[in-house]
């Protein structure tokens, strides 16, 4: 079982900066590929980016050249640099991570930007 734990969220206004951060911890695993996920109120949960272990990474559309997804394989964490944060952004952000036998999320942090 791997346990996944965001930190970093909080409340900002629009065009502030924030870093999540996600923390993996257990015993003996291998992380294939983490990513960033958010739920806005009243929406779908959504791909907000995504990087393998190789750090190969993707972005939606909407964070593209905003946020920044990278990770620290020595420290099992993986971060969220979030840049010219909109109102838009406002959301519960969840880590996800999938190995070989496993596939976890974290229990989620609320990021909210003020206009």
């Known amino acids: 079982q791997v346990q996944l734990v965001e930190s970093g969220g909080g409340l900002v206004q629009a065009g502030g900066s924030l870093r999540l951060s996600c923390l993996a911890s257990?015993?003996?695993?291998?992380?294939?590929?983490m990513g960033w996920f958010r739920q806005a109120p009243g929406k779908q949960r959504e791909l907000v980016a995504t990087?393998?272990?190789?750090?190969?990474?993707n972005y939606a559309g909407s964070v593209k050249g905003r946020f920044t997804i990278s990770r620290d394989n020595a420290k099992n964490t993986m971060y969220l640099q979030m840049n010219s944060l909109k109102p838009e952004d406002t959301a519960v952000y969840y880590c996800n991570a999938f190995g070989p036998a496993f596939a976890s999320w974290g229990q989620g942090i609320q990021v909210t930007v003020s206009s």
């Open positions: 257990g015993s003996s695993f291998t992380i294939n590929a």
């Open positions: 990087i393998t272990s190789g750090g190969s990474t």
